[in-house]
């Protein structure tokens, strides 16, 4: 894929230096426009070959328990959460705390775009996704829930703070497992999971 990427970068420079010989040699047009043409025919060109890109081939091998149902079944499961928190994102009023849940959901789908690059991921780190996945859904609902409330109290504030706090080692748990998956290291699903879930019990953000 790197080197197919590398072919189409060099034919398209070629070809917008091309279009910016022509348009500021031979139709003599001023420096400007002529770059600008020039860029616009890099970019039409890049487009043009990159929609004839490989596609990614989806390897299973005996023995690995990963099958095509399986990851079916996952990624189905995985668009449809990320699409919940996509839509709940769109209700929070507060942009911080917005742009953060779009920030996981960015995250979450460089997760599960390398489980079809590696499917035998998606054993170790399956888990991890749905207890993650689901407890993000959970806290931000109930982050809607109060703060669309008419009144605001003490308590409502501490525990909106507490829900955009728990957002936050949300993220940085995603971001420690992409990481991983991108080592192929296997995590210890139980420690993290049950950190998790003592915090989130604390916090009464069930």
């Not at 894929?1 to 279009?19: E, T």
């Not at 299973?60 to 990320?82: Q, R, S, V, W, Y």
């Not at 839509?87 to 920030?103: C, T």
């Not at 780190?125 to 703060?147: E, G, H, P």
Request: charged share 25%.
């Amino acid at each position: 894929m790197n080197r197919f990427s590398n072919i189409a970068g060099i034919l398209s420079g070629i070809v917008g230096g091309i279009f910016f010989l022509v348009f500021f040699f031979l139709i003599q047009m001023s420096l400007l426009p002529s770059l600008l043409l020039g860029m616009a025919g890099f970019g039409g060109i890049y487009i043009f070959i990159y929609a004839f890109r490989p596609k990614v081939k989806i390897e299973f091998k005996p023995g690995d328990g990963i099958t095509p149902e399986l990851i079916a079944t996952t990624m189905k499961e995985g668009n449809e959460k990320i699409r919940i928190l996509g839509e709940y994102a769109q209700k929070i009023k507060d942009p911080k705390v917005s742009a953060r849940i779009y920030q996981i959901i960015g995250i979450i789908k460089k997760i599960f775009e390398n489980f079809k690059k590696d499917p035998k991921d998606i054993r170790s780190a399956k888990q991890f996704l749905s207890y993650y996945l689901d407890t993000c859904i959970k806290i931000v609902r109930k982050y809607i829930d109060l703060s669309s409330q008419n009144v605001r109290s003490p308590e409502i504030a501490a525990t909106l703070t507490r829900a955009e706090n728990m957002l936050d080692s949300i993220e940085k748990a995603f971001e420690k497992q992409q990481a991983r998956l991108l080592r192929d290291d296997v995590m210890d699903l139980d420690v993290e999971i049950e950190t998790l879930e003592r915090t989130f019990s604390a916090e009464d953000l069930k």
